[in-house]
């Protein structure tokens, strides 16, 4: 049973940068997909990017070139980096994975079967 747990969250001022890792437990990440949601306006689970098995990334939301995706597997985590931040990206920040592959075209929240607490991002001006 794999659990996810968010870290690297917190309060900056805009400008700044942020890492949010997730680290995993009980599994391998590299066997699932995995991907990072935000809570959208509406409260819903915004998909924001994923990565497969393959090594293929696709991401869902304009990041406007400051997100970056990586996938540690020595350490079995999963890392967000946020740079040039906005006030804009005040919000929750959750990770989930899926067994094996990704979906094929939208990122959606009901096809993820494991997911961690949430983590908060909250950026000031």
């Known amino acids: 049973q794999v659990q996810l747990q968010e870290s690297g969250g917190g309060s900056v001022q805009a400008g700044g940068s942020l890492r949010l890792s997730c680290a995993a437990s009980?599994?391998?990440?590299?066997?699932?997909?995995m991907a990072w949601f935000r809570r959208a306006p509406g409260n819903e689970r915004e998909g924001v990017v994923s990565i497969s098995p393959d090594d293929t990334i696709t991401y869902y939301v304009n990041m406007e070139g400051r997100f970056t995706f990586d996938r540690d597997s020595a350490k079995n985590t999963l890392d967000l980096h946020i740079n040039n931040l906005k006030p804009a990206d005040t919000t929750m920040y959750y990770c989930?994975?899926?067994?094996?592959?990704?979906?094929?075209?939208?990122?959606?929240?009901?096809?993820?079967?494991?997911w961690g607490q949430g983590i908060q991002v909250t950026v000031s001006s």
């Open positions: 009980g599994g391998t990440i590299s066997s699932y997909c």
């Open positions: 989930a994975a899926r067994w094996s592959t990704c979906p094929r075209g939208s990122l959606a929240a009901a096809d993820f079967d494991y």
